[in-house]
């Protein structure tokens, strides 16, 4: 393409802004259950950095992309040290509003990359999308488990790993349907981030259990 | 074996109706947990995959079962989806007891086919015995931790995990004492899910700490 | 050197008394929540063994260090089974103010070891010094996790993994500075395990948040 390096610093700059994204996530959290700075740094390195490190011990991917790019580590732990000292509770609700802006679109990137990588070692379509989910949603995830909850994305009922789902599947049938892979990616992100948005826009919720003899 | 292909059914019946019992328990907790559709797939596949995944990390084994047998994934799903659409609170405990038994055949052949694929690559018996262990386990456990619980298999003094650690020093042993790989699995396989259906049927407990000065 | 056997000697004694400390964290952690004596093998085996097993699953290096010793896991279920029988809870806080010491020796040897093994695969200095720190953290994070906490390490604001931090950096310094390994491995187990017995003699804390409005 003629637009290759315009296209590349796209991509550098949503990738880096939904890393970014979803390391928030990470620091709002260990900042909400008090952790210490030892705690800070791994809980939002984890949020970060932890569903792609999963996936890549899933299909036995290395190096990780934090040890082929060690620069974000240095990014995170100054981003750590910076909230540390200037993050004030009264920016806590406007910093996650803002975030979830970049984090939808980190959605879709990840959930379409990691399907793309599946696809690349000949995995079946729907252990593909599986991935794609898993680099999306488990930085998440771990997160929550580390901070001793059950994890937000398994119970609030609206639709985000559903949304990488869908994209990862975009992705799957422009593949088969012989589309380039270039086109399969653009396509499966912007499915993904997309649906999120439309979600976030129109405030969507999962359908609840069915009536209220589930609990126990 | 002449009667190969009817010992191969046999096998295949057995092995999917414990992976159904281990995906049962993970969507009954995770009913009784209130998530939500996302939430209810990744328990279910975490409680029936998680613990042969993790051995298979752990053996740097792939591809992994759900890999190799996607349709496996297509299964957990629609059973999710049935169960979301038409389970109810009222068939939660018999559902459990019914599954107890497909449960135990599960304990019994995962522990030995751990052990055996643990022996396979000259690891040594206790290792081996503990790779079984892990494989029939830590869907369980993995199930607890996402959903906020210390593991049930940790805490609840009825025998589990030992009846797994028992099965698979029968393999072990059997294998040592020049037996066919297929006897020492069948007798595995057996002591686990014997000992599993013995403590099932006589409520037998393990010995709780010695008395009550272990609380702080 | 001419005193090689003798250092070696010193080597495994070190090495086993740190793991015999963190085993004994895993044991005393499982006797107060009360956990059964799966419960108690496993959290024991876990923090014992958890941090190295993880950084080797990381590093993809086989075979773990239970696995090419297994006659520590044969040690492990002795003294579960010897704690199950003749610990009382008016041990507890002896055997944990006693196990400190040995604790932070095993603190420096796991880091730097930790951070060597992973310059031997020639990683960046910070990754190197992560996986130091993954490896004489996790066993307790891992340990925490399954029983339901927030892991101490993350949230006590004493230092221990900034210990590690600090003498894994020695010991990328101390090679970049061109050293001879064993030196640096020297330097940084002593700087770590030196900072470690400084923290806890003048019972040193990391700074809190800074104001009490970070609460949400």
Redesign the interface.
């Known amino acids: 393409m003629t637009n290759a390096p315009l296209l590349s610093l796209l991509h550098t700059v949503v990738e880096g802004s939904a890393t970014l994204a979803f390391a928030l996530s990470g620091l709002l959290e ?10 800070v740094c ?2 939002t390195g984890l949020a970060a950095f932890g569903g792609g ?1 999963l996936r890549d ?2 299909l ?1 991917r ?1 190096p ?1 992309f ?2 082929a790019h ?1 620069g974000w ?2 990014l995170l732990l100054a981003v750590c040290a910076g909230a ?2 200037f ?4 920016h ?1 609700a406007p910093t996650e509003r803002a975030m979830q802006w970049p984090d939808a679109l980190g959605l879709g990137l990840f959930s379409a990359s990691g399907t793309q990588l599946a696809l690349a070692q000949d ?5 593909a999308v ?1 991935m794609g989910v898993i680099t999306a949603t488990f930085g998440g ?1 771990l997160r929550d ?7 937000t ?5 609206r639709p ?3 949304c990488a789902f869908a994209g990862g599947w975009v992705l799957v049938l422009a593949q088969q349907a012989g589309l380039p892979p270039g086109a399969g990616l653009v396509l499966g992100a912007a499915t993904a981030s997309g649906l999120r948005v439309l979600a976030l826009v129109t405030g969507y919720q ?6 209220g ?4």
Chains 1, 2, 3 share one sequence.
């Open positions: 260990a900042a909400r259950k008090r952790l210490d700075a030892v705690g791994l809980v490190t011990v899933l036995d290395r990780f934090w040890v060690p580590l240095w540390m000292l993050l004030r509770a009264r806590f995995l079946p379509g729907i252990v599986l995830v488990i580390v901070c001793n909850e059950i994890p994305a398994l119970r609030d009922h985000y790993a559903i999962l359908p609840p259990w069915s009536s003899d589930v609990a126990k």
